[in-house]
C-alpha cells in the first residue's frame, strides 16, 4: 500500500538554525499538509497546499516557516531560524482529493530537537 | 476552534466497551477518526459525512449527529491492541481538518 515518507525521522539542530524537512506524499494524491505535535499534546495544523500554493495556514505558521514542493514527488517545511519552541514531532499528510470522504494520510513524523 | 474529546482518559480491561465522543460548536462537513500510539504517526479509523451516518471498522464503529454537531466513537469487546490516544478531527466550511486534544485509552489484561 502506498504511503507518506518523511525524512530525516530525528533532526537535532542549534537553535537559530535552519531545518528543512521533507515529504514524499502518495503519488496520486493531490493535497499535503504539515502538522506539529509536541510531547503529549495533540495534533496541530500548520499548513495546507494545492496547486502549488498556499490554500490554509494556522496561527503557527508564521513568516519563520515555508513550505515548497521544489520537484514532482518532494514536500517540503523550512524553519528558517529555529527556537527551542519548534522542538515537536512534524508530520506531513497528504490526501487525494478534498471532498470530506476523503482521509489524510500521514508519514511516520520527523522529530526535530532545538538544542 | 477545534473540537472538545471526552473523556480525556479512560482504562479498560480487555473485553470491556467505551465510547469516546467529540463535539463541536460549529456546523460539521465531516469527522474523522484517528488512533495514535506512542511514538507513531496517527493511523486513519474512519470518516463520517453529515448526514448522520454511521460507521463500523471491525468492533469499532461511530455515529455522526450533525444536528447536534457530535460524534461518537463506540469501541466494543477493547484488546490490547486497542491501547492509544484517540483523536477526532472536524472539517467544516473553508476550515481545514482540526483535532481534538485526544482521549488516552489504556486496555490492561
Known amino acids: 500500500e502506498p504511503e507518506v515518507t518523511q525524512t530525516p525521522s530525528h533532526q537535532v539542530t542549534q537553535m537559530g538554525q535552519e531545518v528543512i524537512l521533507r515529504c514524499v506524499p502518495i503519488s496520486n494524491h493531490l493535497y499535503f499538509y504539515w502538522y506539529r505535535q509536541i510531547l503529549g499534546q495533540k495534533v496541530e495544523f500548520l499548513v495546507s497546499?494545492?496547486?502549488?500554493?498556499?490554500?490554509?495556514k494556522s496561527e503557527i505558521f508564521d513568516d519563520q516557516f515555508s513550505v515548497e514542493r521544489p520537484d514532482g514527488s518532494n514536500f517540503t517545511l523550512k524553519i528558517r531560524s529555529t527556537k527551542l519552541e519548534d522542538s515537536a514531532m512534524y508530520f506531513c499528510?497528504?490526501?487525494?482529493?478534498?471532498?470530506?470522504?476523503?482521509?489524510?494520510?500521514f508519514g511516520d513524523g520527523t522529530r526535530l530537537s532545538i538544542l | 476552534q477545534q473540537p472538545v474529546q471526552s473523556p480525556q482518559a479512560v482504562i479498560l480491561r480487555e473485553g470491556e466497551d467505551a465510547v469516546i465522543n467529540c463535539s463541536s460548536s460549529k456546523a460539521l462537513y465531516s469527522v474523522h477518526w484517528y488512533r495514535q500510539k506512542h511514538g507513531e504517526a496517527p493511523v486513519f479509523l474512519m470518516i463520517?459525512?453529515?448526514?448522520?451516518e454511521q460507521k463500523g471498522h471491525e468492533k469499532i464503529s461511530a455515529s455522526f449527529n450533525e444536528k447536534k454537531q457530535q460524534s461518537s466513537l463506540y469501541l466494543t469487546a477493547s484488546q490490547l491492541s486497542y491501547s492509544g490516544t484517540y483523536f477526532c478531527?472536524?472539517?467544516?466550511?473553508?476550515?481545514?481538518?482540526?483535532f481534538g486534544k485526544g482521549t488516552r485509552l489504556s486496555v490492561i489484561a
Open positions: 478531527g472536524t472539517e467544516s466550511l473553508n476550515t481545514p481538518l482540526v
Open positions: 463520517l459525512l453529515k448526514g448522520g
Open positions: 499528510a497528504s490526501r487525494r482529493g478534498q471532498a470530506n470522504n476523503q482521509p489524510q494520510h
Open positions: 497546499f494545492y496547486n502549488n500554493e498556499i490554500s490554509e
